[in-house]
């Protein structure tokens, strides 16, 4: 098993910028790719943004391409994810996520993709 922690959620006005971080405990060698999704209220669970370890391939949703910016953190089994010019309709809960080899072949926008989720992180951005 995989443990996912999020942190660096918070409420921020439209505009500004917040930075999630993703960090992992128990058998994370395993990880092989990491992402976010979110969810907001009344709506289905969306992804949001992966990459890749080997490659370092990166995907973004279309609301969110060239606003924010998914990494690894320092060769770490962690991801960050930082987000700029953030819109009220950011506003949602963040997921973050990981996936093992045997689901290297299913397309990461996809739940199935994910073998891991994390508890979820808050972002609430204000007009």
């Known amino acids: 098993q995989v443990q996912l922690v999020e942190s660096g959620g918070g409420l921020v006005q439209a505009g500004d910028s917040l930075r999630l971080s993703c960090s992992t405990s128990?058998?994370?060698?395993?990880?092989?790719?990491m992402g976010w999704f979110r969810q907001a209220p009344g709506k289905e669970r969306e992804f949001v943004a992966s990459?890749?370890?080997?490659?370092?391939?990166?995907e973004y949703s279309d609301s969110v391409k060239g606003r924010f910016t998914i990494s690894r953190d320092n060769g770490k089994i962690a991801t960050l994810l930082q987000m700029n010019s953030l819109k009220p309709e950011d506003t949602a809960e963040y997921f973050c996520v990981a996936g093992t080899l045997s689901r290297r072949y299913i397309p990461s926008t996809t739940n199935g993709a994910w073998d891991y989720w994390g508890q979820g992180t808050q972002v609430t951005v204000s007009a």
């Open positions: 990459i890749v370890w080997t490659r370092g391939n990166t």
């Open positions: 128990g058998r994370a060698r395993e990880v092989v790719k």
